[in-house]
């Protein structure tokens, strides 16, 4: 028993296995989304619309 | 859809940013309400604070497993039978065990203090145990390959037999003279041990814990739908990127000769698919 501080310490020990517990998984969940979307095929960047034909030029003559 | 909101959020939609935020929102109250707000026990002193973090745990590591055992109970029902279900029952199985393992730890603490000890082979912490170890044999069972639909209906009868261990477990207190303490707040014929703050805060931290559990839950659901579509769509894109392949190494056409294909070499540009997915990778 921890008499000093009245038990805060296993509060603080409760409420944070709680957090680091939750917040791991929720981590996992984030990276192992992150890495399903990488692999997820995407469609190819579209082509550059192609450059304006050049005026035509006459030719001398 | 956008490729950049998929990558930053794949899993999020507005169900989850809903949910999401009502969870944050309720964290911070109950922070307050259990840090703060509540009075110490005159038994437990400060430690009785805990008790807003582990029976809401254990609760909903309850509803996962509940909900592992409907959906395979949906799978199993002819008329029902779906792979989505077992997906489902896969999803809620695992978010259940998160905080199945939450629960044992908390507890643990909570135990260190009030018994003296880290652990006793009490009736309530040894089922719980078992569940805990059950539940990651069911997880485990879900990794196993062969036929999906062989596989699923395995993995739906495990599920059933191991939410059996759930309703023992929670009536171990009941039935066995045990050093874990009784039913707090839901006695029948009886009015809940706690009154005042203590009993408010308890009782938002079930609400607060299951908008949590929905949140986990939610994402848990979209990485399934995410392996989905991978399956679904990139075996077809992994074709097409192949065949776009082919052309680019095949001899440069001349102007009288055939294109390979319809719609590669000469129509728009062929779809890429980043890579195949590594062994073991996205698991």
């Not at chain 1, 990488?38 to 579209?46: F, N």
């Not at chain 2, 082919?246 to 890429?272: D, E, F, I, S, Y």
Request: include cysteine; hydrophobic fraction near 45%; charge should be positive.
């Amino acid at each position: 028993m921890s008499a000093a501080t009245g038990g805060w310490d296993y509060v603080a020990g409760g409420y944070g296995a709680t957090v680091a517990l939750l917040g791991g998984y929720v981590l996992y969940l984030r990276r192992r989304a992150r890495v399903l979307a990488r692999y997820l095929p995407t469609p190819a960047p579209e082509e550059p619309p192609a450059p304006p034909d050049p005026p035509a030029t006459q030719e001398p003559g | 859809m956008n490729y950049k909101s998929l990558s930053a959020r794949p899993t999020s939609n507005h169900a989850t940013l809903v949910v999401g935020g009502l969870t944050l929102v309720g964290l911070g109250v109950l922070l307050v309400l259990g840090l703060v707000v509540s009075p110490p026990d005159t038994v437990q002193g400060e430690t009785v604070r805990l008790i807003y973090v582990h029976p809401a745990s254990a609760t909903m590591a309850y509803v996962g497993f509940g909900l592992c055992a409907l959906g395979s109970l949906a799978y199993l029902w002819p008329r029902t039978r779906s792979l989505r279900w077992d997906r489902f029952a896969g999803a809620s199985a695992e978010v259940g065990v998160a905080f199945c393992v939450t629960t044992i730890v908390s507890g643990s603490i909570w135990g260190r203090y009030s018994w003296g000890v880290w652990w006793t082979w009490d009736a309530r912490l040894t089922l719980t145990a078992l569940l805990l170890a059950v539940f990651l044999g069911y997880l485990a069972l879900r990794r196993t390959g062969g036929d999906p639909v062989g596989r699923a209906k395995r993995c739906a009868v495990a599920a059933l037999c191991c939410f059996l261990v759930v309703p023992v477990d929670h009536e171990a207190t009941n039935w066995w003279v045990t050093l874990h303490q009784k039913d707090t707040l839901f006695r029948i014929g009886k009015s809940p041990l706690i009154h005042g703050w203590q009993l408010t805060t308890m009782l938002l931290s079930f609400a607060v814990f299951g908008l949590l559990f929905t949140w986990m839950l939610l994402h848990r659901l979209g990485i399934e739908a995410l392996e989905d579509r991978i399956e679904e769509e990139g075996y077809v894109w992994a074709v097409a990127e192949r065949r776009a392949e082919g052309v680019a190494q095949a001899p440069a056409t001349g102007p009288g000769r055939p294109l390979p294909g319809p719609g590669l070499a000469g129509g728009p540009a062929a779809p890429t698919m980043r890579s195949a997915i590594p062994p073991g990778e996205g698991r």
